[in-house]
C-alpha cells in the first residue's frame, strides 16, 4: 500500500474517500473511545502499519475533539510508558510522565505543524526531555535543547506533510534491515539512554567500533529517508 | 554561517536519545545552534527515536489502563482551554549575530554572552583558558595565533567547537562554526593560524594523551 493511502485509512480498518483539504475525519462516523480501545488493544497488525495522525490532531486543535485526542492517547500511552521505564524510571513515574506528555499535546496542538515532523517524533522529544528535566534533573540539557530549538525555529523545512509521512514510513521499514549488531546498538543508544562509553563496556567493544556501527546505521537509515544529504 | 566539519552520526543519535553527558551536549548544542546541516541530520536522528517508540510491543494491563484512560479524561476537563486557531509561527527572538562578541546561547550558563567579558586565565605559553562553572571538564580554550600545541590524542571523546579564528592539523582547517570530534584513535597536532588568537570550546570526557615527555610534565602542572 503507498504510504499516503494511509491517509485516508481507519482504525477499524475501513477506507474513507477523504480530499487532502479535509483530512480530518468526522468524529460521528468513528468508533467511540471504549471501541478504540478495543480495537487497539485487540489488533497487533495495526501496529506495524504507520498511522497518520494529522486529521486527528487537527480536530485536537481546532475542535477540541476529545475522541480524536483519545485515539492517540490509547495509541501512544502504553509505548511511551515502555520507553520512559526502558530509560530507567520507575512503573509509577513512567506513567505519570507520558499522562504528562500527552496532556502537553492536548493543551499545546495547535504548536504541532507535520510540515516538521511526525507526530511520533513530537512526543518523543516531549518525552526525552520531561525525562532528563524530572527524573535525571539535568538542568543543562534543558538549556541546551531550548536553544537548539530556537535556531531550528528559523530553518526552512521545503518537505510536505505528505513526504515527512512518506520518509517516516520508509524509515520504519528500514529499520527491520539493519543487522543484528547495528539494531542491538540503535537499541540500547535510544532505549536505555546509554552512552556510547557504556555501550562499549557493556559488550566488551572497542568505543571506535560502536561508533562505527552506529555511523553505518544512521546512513543507511538515513540515505532512504527523503534523499537529504 | 556554514561549518565544514560536522559532529559524528554517533554523537548525533547519543544526543538525540538524550544520552550524551552533559558537557559533549553542551558542545554539541554549541554546533547545532550554528549548523542547520547538523540540525536536519539531527531530525532525522529523532524520528530513528521515535520509530523505534513506535515499534514498542505495549505491555499495560487493561484495568490499569482503564485507571489512567479515565484519570487522563478528568484532567481534560479541568485544562480545556478554549479551542484556537493555530498561532502564527512566532519569529526567533532576534539574535545579536551582527555583534561578533556574542557568545552561541548554549554558552551562556557557563561563559555568560559575551567574548569581551571573558576572564582568561594563563595556563601555558601562548594558551589560555576558562574551566566553566559547575562543569569542570568543560573549557574555553585562547590559543595565541601561529602557535603549535603539543601532539596529543583524547582518552575517550573530545568535542571542540571553534569560536573564532582557526587551526590546522591532519583533519583540515577548523574555522569558526567548524566542531571537531574527536576520539582516542585521533592523534593531532593543531596549529592555530596566523592573524587572530584561536578561541575553542571543548568537552573532554577523559583526560587528554600527550605524547612527548616535556608535554606529560607540563600537563602535571596545568592539569589538562
Given at each position: 500500500m503507498h504510504p499516503n493511502a494511509a491517509t485516508a485509512r481507519r482504525k477499524d480498518n475501513t477506507f474513507t474517500a477523504a480530499l487532502p483539504t479535509q483530512?480530518?475525519?468526522?468524529?460521528?462516523?468513528l468508533p467511540s473511545p471504549l471501541d478504540t480501545a478495543r480495537i487497539v488493544s485487540s489488533s497487533?497488525?495495526?501496529?506495524?502499519e504507520p498511522m497518520n495522525w494529522a486529521g486527528d490532531m487537527d480536530g485536537v486543535a481546532r475542535l477540541r475533539d476529545r475522541d480524536c485526542f483519545m485515539r492517540i492517547y490509547d495509541h501512544f500511552m502504553p509505548r511511551l510508558c515502555v520507553y520512559l521505564r526502558g530509560l530507567g524510571a520507575p512503573e509509577a513515574v513512567a506513567e505519570e510522565l507520558a499522562q504528562e506528555c500527552l496532556l502537553r499535546l492536548w493543551l499545546?496542538?495547535?504548536?504541532?505543524?507535520p510540515a516538521q515532523g511526525a507526530l511520533s517524533t513530537w512526543l518523543y522529544r516531549i518525552a526525552r526531555n520531561l525525562h532528563i528535566d524530572?527524573?535525571?534533573?539535568?538542568r543543562s540539557w534543558t538549556l541546551v535543547q531550548a536553544a537548539v530549538e530556537n535556531a531550528a525555529a528559523a530553518d526552512v523545512l521545503d518537505r510536505s506533510s505528505a513526504e515527512q509521512f512518506a520518509d517516516h514510513a520508509r524509515l520504519r521499514q528500514r529499520i527491520n534491515e539493519l543487522s543484528a549488531v547495528q539494531a542491538r546498538l540503535v537499541r540500547m543508544s535510544y532505549?536505555?539512554?546509554?552512552s556510547h562509553g557504556e555501550i562499549a563496556q557493556a559488550l566488551g567493544m572497542p568505543l571506535g567500533t560502536v561508533k562505527s556501527h552506529l555511523r553505518r546505521a544512521f546512513l543507511l537509515l538515513q540515505s532512504k529517508v527523503g534523499g537529504a544529504s | 554561517m556554514n561549518p565544514h566539519h560536522h559532529l559524528h552520526e554517533s554523537t548525533l543519535m547519543s544526543y538525540a536519545a538524550g544520552a550524551l553527558q552533559a558537557p559533549l551536549s553542551i558542545v554539541a548544542g554549541t554546533h547545532l545552534e550554528q549548523c542547520p546541516h547538523c540540525r536536519q541530520r539531527l531530525r532525522d536522528a529523532e524520528a530513528l527515536g521515535s520509530a523505534l517508540l513506535e515499534q514498542t510491543q505495549p505491555v499495560l494491563d487493561d484495568t490499569r489502563r482503564e485507571t489512567l484512560r479515565a484519570a487522563m479524561l478528568a484532567q481534560l476537563m479541568d485544562v480545556d482551554p478554549p479551542a484556537m486557531p493555530p498561532p502564527e509561527r512566532q519569529a526567533p527572538p532576534e539574535r545579536?549575530?551582527?555583534?561578533?562578541e556574542y557568545l552561541p546561547a548554549s554558552l551562556h550558563p557557563y561563559f555568560?554572552?559575551?567574548?569581551?567579558s571573558l576572564r582568561w586565565r594563563w595556563m601555558a605559553p601562548g594558551v589560555h583558558c576558562i574551566r566553566a562553572r559547575q562543569m569542570p571538564s568543560l573549557i574555553m580554550l585562547k590559543i595565541a595565533p601561529g602557535k603549535c600545541l603539543p601532539m596529543h590524542s583524547h582518552g575517550r571523546s573530545e568535542l571542540t567547537q571553534v569560536l573564532r579564528g582557526s587551526y590546522n592539523d591532519a583533519l583540515g582547517l577548523f574555522a569558526p562554526g567548524d566542531v571537531a570530534d574527536l576520539d582516542a584513535e585521533v592523534e593531532h597536532q593543531p596549529v592555530t593560524a596566523p592573524g587572530v588568537p584561536c578561541i575553542c570550546v571543548s568537552a573532554l570526557d577523559a583526560p587528554l594523551v600527550f605524547s612527548g615527555w616535556l608535554a606529560r610534565k607540563v600537563q602535571r602542572f596545568v592539569k589538562l
Open positions: 483530512m480530518y475525519p468526522d468524529p460521528r462516523n497487533q497488525q495495526l501496529s506495524k499545546r496542538a495547535a504548536e504541532f505543524d524530572r527524573v535525571r534533573h539535568e532505549f536505555e539512554a546509554k | 545579536p549575530q551582527a555583534d561578533p555568560g554572552d559575551s567574548l569581551a
